[in-house]
């Protein structure tokens, strides 16, 4: 094992086991209240079961060190970077596994901003599809996504066939 590898691992880990707890929860919630889903939140909520699900053989692919998982890994981590929410619509995908890291940008009802940072390493991984209220609006940052999509970068950079004339 090249020391490099041990980050592919980490990556890898981290896809496969938030992927599958993220899809756990998703098909418990979706068994529970699969029958209530407005038609409206339907296209999200199969966003969300895919991105869970590419999570899981993104992160295989990648632990065998395979092309697939880092390509694969790309538009996983995509969809997990920014997450927000609305006066009528919440979005979020963490298939991070065990760890939240967040910058936020946030709007409460009462007025003024409010800029911050969240950390938890003790959390579960999850998703947010909601069309419910809410008063404040928060736009924010998934750091542990934008970490592995800059490796990600410098991995895909590497893997490039070498090109005369650059």
């Given at each position: 094992m090249k020391d490099r590898d041990g980050l592919r691992y980490a990556v890898a880990l981290i896809e496969i086991q938030g992927g599958l707890v993220g899809l756990w929860a998703?098909?418990?919630?979706?068994?529970?209240?699969?029958?209530?889903?407005?038609?409206?939140?339907?296209?999200?909520?199969?966003?969300?079961?895919?991105?869970?699900?590419?999570?899981?053989?993104?992160g295989v692919a990648l632990w065998?060190?395979?092309?697939?998982?880092?390509?694969?890994?790309?538009?996983?981590?995509?969809?997990?970077?920014?997450?927000?929410?609305?006066?009528?619509?919440?979005?979020r995908i963490s298939a991070s596994g065990w760890l939240l890291a967040d910058v936020f940008l946030r709007a409460p009802a009462e007025g003024g901003l409010v800029v911050g940072w969240q950390f938890d390493a003790a959390r579960k991984s999850g998703y947010a599809l909601s069309l419910a209220?809410?008063?404040?609006?928060?736009?924010?940052?998934?750091?542990?996504?934008?970490?592995?999509?800059?490796?990600?970068?410098?991995?895909?950079?590497?893997?490039?066939?070498?090109?005369?004339?650059?």
């Open positions: 998703f098909l418990h919630d979706l068994i529970q209240t699969g029958a209530s889903v407005p038609l409206t939140l339907l296209p999200g909520v199969l966003f969300i079961g895919l991105v869970l699900a590419a999570s899981v053989v993104a065998q060190d395979r092309r697939l998982g880092y390509t694969l890994s790309v538009p996983v981590q995509l969809a997990q970077v920014i997450w927000f929410v609305s006066a009528g619509l919440t979005v209220p809410r008063e404040d609006f928060t736009l924010a940052l998934n750091l542990i996504a934008l970490a592995i999509l800059v490796w990600l970068g410098f991995r895909l950079r590497a893997l490039l066939p070498f090109r005369r004339g650059r």
